[in-house]
């Protein structure tokens, strides 16, 4: 553990813009402040980033005006991360880090750029088997990357990278299905099918789980479907007209409850919600993001597919016949559901937060150890080792 004579080491961690860069990121931090760190968040406008860091305790939180590029809107994307890095600046020069860490996005290249200025030590970590843009910019100029796939090792320029696989929160642990259920509203005996889009939710595929409903028949599933804000009522009132038993959410904070109420899932492929499915060993039906950047979710799909560990069913090539017939293997059939969670054991990383952790408290370590002679750790300098 890092221990400073005056105050806590202080890292900033970018972890704003989805909730697949924000979870693992709320997941690192923890970590980090377990060993003694001081930690900041750096997050979004964005509303999925300001409710889920309610969640966050004992650690500050700045959110920086940053704006995804979108629609090639290159004046309003430069503008936007101008005020960005101009706002990190301000932050840091108010408490200059130790080290950044960029867990992707648009909100991760400002506050790196802007960490350089003072000295920091500078890290990312990449969820996906295809880079995203912000990371292969920052891969050239941190000191050490992580990466989530080893696919995405090779894709990152940078000579230090580690495998370390995707962060996941502490409430992702194998959990009482009943229990869950009954928790959520839901019949604690009857199969349970959890459909979640991401944390905005996904209008395709809440259209594809509608297209089966009258297909079901006599089948005793029961539904926990997250829909994002724009399909609340026109899922809920689909649930109804077929008399189907079905909790319906636009949202909902506590996603181990969700995935530990489940039998089976439907689910877009992004990186964090893929740690999460394998943390819980769920097998899960995965319809990836048709226009996701470098069609990145369905690269991370076939990498679970191809050890086993998931369905895949493109959103082109869906048909109701072909999703249901899906789903009933993965809810009915006993030998399809033991193999696939044992696919799932293969991603599982419960170590990837600590592991990340544990390196940048060690990084500041030999750094301390290089610029301060033995035995000249003084108040306000750097930190020592203690066994």
């Given at each position: ?12 961690i ?5 909730g697949?860069?924000?979870f ?5 931090a923890?970590?980090l402040?377990q060993r003694g760190?001081?930690?900041?968040l750096?997050?979004?406008?964005k ?8 969640s ?10 940053a704006?995804?590029l979108q629609?090639?809107n290159?004046?309003?994307?430069a503008g936007s991360?101008?005020?960005?890095w ?9 408490q200059?880090p ?28 990449e ?27 090779g894709?990152l320029?940078?000579?230090?990278v ?6 996941v929160?502490?409430?992702?642990q194998s959990?009482d299905p ?6 959520l509203?839901?019949d ?5 099918i959890l459909?979640?889009?991401?944390s905005?939710?996904?209008?395709g ?12 028949g ?5 539904w926990?479907h ?15 007209a077929h008399?189907l038993?079905a ?7 506590e ?5 530990g109420?489940?039998t ?8 964090s919600?893929l ?5 819980l ?35 082109k090539?869906?048909t109701?016949?072909k999703?249901?017939a899906?789903?009933?293997?993965l809810?009915?059939n ?17 170590q ?5 952790a544990?390196?940048?408290?060690n990084a500041l370590a ?10 000249s750790h003084?108040a ?7 066994a």
């Amino acid at each position: 553990m890092i221990s400073s004579a005056s105050n806590q080491p202080f890292i900033a961690i970018a972890c704003g813009g989805t909730g697949g860069h924000l979870f693992p990121g709320l997941a690192v931090a923890d970590q980090l402040r377990q060993r003694g760190c001081s930690v900041t968040l750096l997050v979004s406008p964005k509303d999925v980033d300001q409710e889920a860091v309610k969640s966050a305790r004992d650690m500050a939180i700045h959110t920086l005006p940053a704006v995804a590029l979108q629609n090639r809107n290159y004046f309003s994307f430069a503008g936007s991360f101008w005020r960005s890095w101009r706002a990190a600046r301000n932050i840091f020069q108010a408490q200059p880090p130790r080290a950044v860490l960029a867990m992707g996005g648009f909100t991760s290249a400002p506050p790196v750029l802007a960490a350089k200025k003072f000295g920091a030590q500078t890290f990312l970590h990449e969820s996906n088997t295809i880079p995203g843009r912000a990371n292969r910019l920052l891969a050239r100029f941190v000191d050490g990357a992580f990466v989530g796939f080893p696919e995405a090792a090779g894709r990152l320029r940078n000579s230090s990278v580690v495998v370390t696989g995707t962060p996941v929160r502490s409430e992702f642990q194998s959990r009482d299905p009943g229990v869950c259920r009954v928790q959520l509203g839901l019949d604690p005996y009857r199969p349970t099918i959890l459909v979640m889009g991401g944390s905005q939710g996904a209008s395709g595929l809440n259209g594809m789980i509608l297209s089966i409903l009258p297909l079901l028949g006599g089948r005793n599933w029961q539904w926990l479907h997250l829909t994002g804000a724009g399909d609340f009522e026109r899922v809920r009132a689909a649930y109804a007209a077929h008399g189907l038993t079905a909790v319906v959410k636009p949202f909902l904070g506590e996603m181990g409850l969700a995935l530990g109420a489940a039998t089976a899932a439907v689910s877009r492929a992004g990186a964090s919600s893929l740690a999460e499915i394998a943390a819980l060993r769920l097998p899960t039906l995965l319809v990836p993001y048709p226009t996701a950047a470098d069609d990145h979710q369905l690269f991370n799909a076939r990498a679970f597919v191809n050890t086993g560990a998931a369905r895949l069913l493109e959103q082109k090539q869906s048909t109701p016949e072909k999703c249901l017939a899906s789903l009933h293997d993965l809810v009915e059939n006993e030998p399809v559901r033991t193999g696939i969670q044992a696919g799932l054991a293969r991603w599982h990383a419960p170590q990837a937060a600590a592991e990340i952790a544990e390196r940048i408290v060690n990084a500041l370590a030999r750094r301390a150890d290089v610029h301060c002679p033995v035995g000249s750790h003084v108040a306000g300098g750097c930190c020592k080792v203690i066994a």
